[in-house]
């Protein structure tokens, strides 16, 4: 269990959060902080285990791949799935583009429509934009309800024999609202849709089963994870993988190239051309390890109840809107406007109190116009926020509501 | 820098009290631009006549200080040749503003500008009305 005390013993996991003492970090939605453990994964397998994976015949390398592939087995693990059914991306982004250049032969033929919903992040809006332009197919959107909610009677009504794909979030980077993403691809399941699940606000703040969920691709990012910028896995399920075509080309995905032509090698190798993120991979390992030993039923646990203190507490800022769902329905992630005060000067005021918040649309533009906001703060939350540093944050925006009210 | 210092009197009166917000019915100049990350969008509209801008005003909302930038540069072009106001530089645009603008911040000070410059340079003007 995390109680307050233990949330700030976290703090010394983190370099640069020991050597920052008076910053609040609130901003994990946007990326997480290193702990050690993955610095040093990473440090020591570049000064002591080092060598391209896959290819080599001397020692050094075969112990790399082995450390490769078994840190590819780690992550499979954390998400409950088998190790051929990860492919290490350069993140969700990375992960969401890539399947839409090859997913195609994958759709129920004959359907026509990708369905998304209102809350998306716009790197599982854009791609699908782009491929259903060069396919010729529509798009539709499953709504939000009042309380800011998938609105599960629209994606019953919506998702018919119409829609070949249906791509969806998680957790909303926005609204901090999960989403029954069990029941929906049972529903998707119902009618042969294709399920993308965006999981990039999922893994770091409660455990995920891909094979209880039931969806057919899960996409996520390490940097999010406390692991390192520039891997993300995309998850696929067997059958569908085994299918599915290769997106880049060239060396590892193959099995023979002639002058001429070339044929695929089996999963994941397939979809993973050229050389592998592998220091990544090795810190990714490293990060799943060190939050599977916190638990990350514990660390879901510790954001709800910090989002409940949160919310009694700024309820107390003058003028404070919150745009979020129900804190038993969330993660830790609170989106808000105050009256009077653009989101931008929050974040920047916030900001100068060592205080970090992000503003803006949160790379959710749709979402914004369907919530009738412009631009928004966000605070969010991981398992060494504490208590302390909510209070902070309140002092602060008092501060600013004072300012810009003219009284300082 | 302290941020706070971005946030004096005059930037926050003109947040809260801006000058020239509106439309005009005839313009013959206008733009608009956005800063996708933050949130801020206005349009500013000018009426010209023989040369000289006779009127400026700017719709939409931002920060304090795209705000700011907006009041301030409307009301600086106003009696200004398109030639004299399409010479304003980043650094009169922040002297007028008269705060240390942090690099983050340097997009909203410039913002309004940058719109001015969109709506007079030659090959970008709205439809003209017959004057």
Redesign the interface.
């Known amino acids: 269990m995390i109680t307050n005390e233990r949330a700030a013993a976290f703090r010394s996991d983190f370099p640069l959060l020991t050597h920052n003492e008076r910053l609040v970090y609130l901003d994990h939605a946007a990326s997480s902080q290193k702990p050690k453990i993955v610095l040093s994964a990473m440090d020591s397998f570049y000064r002591s285990s080092y060598a391209n994976v896959h290819r080599g015949l001397y020692k050094l390398s075969e112990d790399a791949t082995t450390q490769f592939e078994f840190s590819r087995q780690k992550i499979a693990h954390f998400i409950g799935a088998r190790s051929e059914e990860i492919i290490f991306t350069s993140g969700t982004t990375d992960g969401i583009n890539k399947l839409a250049l090859s997913i195609l032969s994958l759709l129920p033929y004959g359907r026509r429509k990708i369905l998304l919903t209102e809350l998306e992040h716009h790197a599982n809006i854009v791609p699908w934009q782009q491929f259903a332009k060069r396919h010729g197919f529509t798009i539709d959107f499953v709504r939000i309800t009042n309380d800011f909610q998938l609105d599960m009677e629209d994606a019953k009504r919506k998702l018919d024999d119409s829609v070949a794909l249906f791509a969806f979030s998680h957790v909303s980077n926005v609204l901090g609202t999960i989403q029954d993403v069990t029941k929906l691809c049972r529903m998707a399941k119902d009618k042969f849709i294709v399920t993308v699940v965006d999981g990039a606000q999922a893994v770091a703040h409660m455990p995920v089963d891909v094979y209880a969920i039931g969806c057919d691709f899960y996409v996520f990012s390490g940097h999010k994870l406390c692991g390192p910028t520039g891997i993300g896995v995309l998850y696929g399920r067997k059958q569908l993988l085994e299918k599915l075509p290769p997106f880049f080309y060239g060396g590892h995905m193959i099995q023979t190239v002639s002058k001429t032509d070339a044929t695929w090698a089996g999963i994941p190798a397939r979809f993973e051309a050229g050389t592998a993120p592998i220091v990544e991979a090795i810190g990714l390992a490293a990060a799943v390890g060190y939050l599977q030993t916190i638990g990350l039923d514990d660390i879901h646990s510790w954001e709800q109840q910090l989002s409940l203190y949160a919310r009694e507490q700024l309820m107390t800022v003058k003028g404070l809107r919150f745009y979020c769902g129900p804190a038993h329905k969330c993660i830790g992630i609170i989106s808000f406007t105050l009256d ?6 929050i974040a ?2 916030l ?2 109190d060592s205080i970090c918040v992000r ?3 949160h790379c959710a ?1 749709p979402l ?1 116009t369907v919530i009738g906001v ?2 928004t703060a966000r605070v969010s939350f991981h398992h060494e926020t504490t208590t302390q540093m909510v209070d902070q944050l309140v002092d602060s925006l008092k501060k600013i509501v004072a ?2 009210a ?1 009284r300082q | 820098m ?3 210092d ?2 004096k009197e005059q930037i ?1 009166d003109l ?2 009290h801006p000058l020239n917000k509106g439309s005009i019915a005839h313009h013959t100049h206008q733009a608009h631009k956005e800063n ?6 206005f349009t500013i509209q000018f009426l010209v006549k023989d040369g000289i801008i006779v009127d400026a005003k700017f719709a939409g ?5 795209s ?1 700011a930038g907006a009041s301030l540069i409307t009301e600086k072009v106003k009696g200004m040749s398109i030639h004299t106001a399409l010479g304003i530089s980043s650094d009169e645009m922040l002297a007028l503003l008269g705060i240390p603008v ?1 690099a ?2 340097l997009k ?1 000070a410039l913002l309004a500008l940058e719109i001015t410059q969109d709506a007079l340079t030659p090959s970008s003007t709205s439809p003209k009305v017959s004057q």
């Open positions: 009077g005060v653009h989101a931008h000067d920047s005021l900001g100068n503003a803006g649309h533009m914004s412009n631009s300012l810009f003219g | 302290s941020n706070y971005m946030y926050l947040y809260k996708p990350s933050c949130g801020d969008g909302s931002g920060c304090a200080i705000t942090s983050a911040r909203c």
